[in-house]
C-alpha cells in the first residue's frame, strides 16, 4: 500500500479498535480448556466449526484423554469417532495426535514458545500459532486472522488482500502491537454480535458508520 493509504488506514484502524474496546472491553478466547496442549487441540478442531460445539466435543473428550501421552498413543479411529461432530474429523485426528507425538518427541511434552517452533507442529499454522502462543504464555508474534478478522479486514477497507497470511501482514502494520492480540477477540464478538456473515442491510453498524463503504461489501466466506 501507498504512504497515504497507510497512514489514512492507521487513522481507521485507531477508530476502530476504540469502538470495539467500548463494545467489548472483555472479550476473550471462547474455547473451553485447562492445559496448553488441550488449547492446542481446541484450537485445531475450531477450524471451520463453531466455539459452542467444540466446547461439546471436549467436555468429553478431555475426560478420555487425559494428558499428551493419552493422545500419542491414541487409536486414530477411535480417535476420529470422538472428534466427528467438529467436522472434517479425519484430518484433524491425524494433526491432533502428530502434533501430540511431535511434542512428546521433540518438545519434550511442552508446547512451544515461538512461531518458528510452532510452525513445525503438524495442523498449525500462523493462525493456531498466534492463538495458542498469544493465550498460553502472553507471547505475541503477529495476529490470529480467523474467518471473522478476514472478513471484517476486507470489508472495512483495512487491506487489499484476501489470503490470511497476507492480512495478518497488512494488519500488523496498521495497528499497533498492543493491539495485536485483543484486536482478533473483539472483532470475533462483533462479527457474531452485531454484523453477522449473512447479508444484510449494516449501514448504522458501530464500525460502519466510521467507513460508509463497508454497508456494500460482503466478503465471500
Keep these: 500500500m501507498t504512504a497515504d493509504q497507510l497512514k489514512i488506514r492507521k487513522a481507521r484502524a485507531r477508530k476502530i479498535v476504540a469502538t470495539l474496546k467500548k463494545l467489548f472491553p472483555k472479550a476473550s478466547i471462547a474455547l473451553t480448556y485447562r492445559t496448553n496442549w488441550e488449547l492446542l487441540v481446541a484450537v485445531i478442531l475450531s477450524a471451520q466449526c463453531t466455539d459452542k460445539k467444540v466446547n461439546e466435543v471436549t467436555k468429553t473428550l478431555f475426560k478420555k484423554y487425559k494428558n499428551l501421552d493419552d493422545y500419542a498413543e491414541a487409536d486414530r479411529k477411535k ?20 502434533a501430540a507425538r511431535v511434542i512428546k518427541e521433540k518438545f519434550r511434552g511442552k508446547i512451544p514458545r515461538t512461531m518458528e517452533e510452532m510452525l513445525t507442529i503438524p495442523g498449525v ?41 497476507k492480512i495478518e501482514r497488512d494488519l500488523m502494520e496498521i495497528l499497533p502491537k498492543k493491539e495485536w492480540f485483543p484486536f482478533t477477540y473483539k472483532v470475533i464478538e462483533y462479527g457474531r454480535q452485531v454484523c453477522k456473515a449473512r447479508p444484510h442491510d449494516c449501514k448504522n453498524h458501530p464500525l460502519t458508520k466510521i467507513y460508509p463503504p463497508a454497508a456494500d461489501i460482503w466478503p465471500r466466506h
Design 79 to 98: 480417535f476420529e469417532k470422538d472428534i466427528r461432530a467438529t467436522g472434517f474429523y479425519r484430518n484433524k485426528a491425524k494433526n491432533i495426535l502428530g
Design 125 to 165: 499454522a500462523r493462525k493456531t500459532a498466534n492463538v495458542v502462543l498469544g493465550n498460553a504464555y502472553g507471547v505475541v508474534e503477529g495476529i490470529a486472522v480467523d474467518t471473522h478478522v478476514r472478513r471484517f479486514s476486507i470489508k472495512l477497507g483495512l487491506t487489499d488482500n484476501d489470503d490470511p497470511v
